[in-house]
């Protein structure tokens, strides 16, 4: 079971983009949302139609607006004839005024059936005036899924609505949720103008912050009848970075280890053990492998390229890296940047490098090279010796007795602590990993030691 945007407790989240968007909606703003796949335009959109909503944020004035929801996937068939259906069909089932309105009816009965072609772009023009005249309030249509139509229909009906919008002004807004900006879907064509109107409010959407993901995770447990420890919110936020369709498959995994414990789980030490443990499942679960790749396909050429170079070690084009922060793909992070998550790291580190720079994590122990998707590294005699002994027991935990032997010698047992061999590892994930914060080739096993990740 997973949780949505709104939740059925009453309580809200995404407070920190509802609230602003809906100031920006009253000041008779256009905007346009854009945000990589299922990190929830969707279910914003759908709170944004919420009257209630709109009461809460704007008190008295809030009763004013009429937002509409429009699916495009509830679109019968891509054209324009099509879109100008679902937009009157949207309209009649906003209100129960709507629903009455006689020439509402007529228009949409007659954009149904028409007599010629004509009566198309005639028919919904008499929809919208009719709906804009029969009552004060100010329409807000919300167009959600808006990434196919706006690339394939006539650029006319976008001509068309421009024009209402010029129309009637303050009386009628426009919301978008898309992929990537209308500009970059549709360039060089009429529908520009249409853009027009949102060009200076993009709002790119975020994954989730960490409050809502607390949230997310005490209301996930309370319906499912699991206990959520301090320690989950850690690690689900680590591999998520807030990201909902994330969110629910880690939830999901989290959710299924946790009714096998028979209540037998605790926090503290024990339960890194166990959070641990769900590392593997996250890795080879199907569903989040498919969020991966529906993110990395969000993402425009030119930004995979960049991506690419940037976990192998590499320096991308920093107006691209721009682009990629400023649409929450990547964050920036003691002034560098990484993936806003763990899962979405490793998809790219295992799965898209590779493809470009060849292997990951290589060790030539004859010529003493190291190198990383294909690239040499420079290390230290004792950064060699440690990644040389990780490397010959890949893929199994190598405890700190094992590393003080084979870095330093039997002579100096007892003279390397604990705090010495960590500040050796950090080191060496400093010149290894793409996300030293976040490593993916030298994990740490907590208690145990240190385990090199070779596929």
Known sequence: MTTTLRQ????????????????????SHCVEITGFSNVGKSSLMRVLAHADVWLQKLGEEGSTFLPVYIDCNRMLEMTEQGFYELVLR????SSAALAENQELQDAYESLVAPANVFQVPLSFSNGLNAAL?????KLILLFDEFDEPFQQIDSRVFLNLRAKKDRYGSRLVFVTATVLPLAALRPGDHSGEFGELFSHHPWHLAPLARHDVEQYLRHFAAQNGVVAFNEDLDFVYQWTGGHPGYLAGVSRILGLAEATLDGDSEGGQSRFVFLRGLI????????????????????????QEALRL????????????SQLMKQHVLVREREEPRAFCRLFAEYVLAHQ??????EGLRVDEGSGEVTVGGRAIDLTQLEFRLIRLLYRMSNSIVDKYEIVEGVWGDEHMLDVDDARIEKLVSRLRQKVEPDPSAPVYITTVRGRGYRLVID
């Open 8 to 27: 059925t407790d009453g309580s809200n989240m995404r407070q920190n983009d509802v609230g602003p968007i809906i100031q920006l909606l009253n000041s």
């Open 90 to 93: 949207c309209l009649r089932e």
């Open 310 to 321: 940037l976990f192998s070690g590499l320096e991308p084009d920093d107006s691209t890296l």
């Open 280 to 303: 593997d499942r996250l890795r080879g679960d199907l569903t989040l492998l498919t969020e991966s790749e529906k993110i990395w396909n969000s993402c425009t050429t030119e930004q």
């Open 133 to 137: 005249h029969s009552s004060e309030f």
């Open 353 to 358: 490098t590779a493809a470009t720079f060849g």
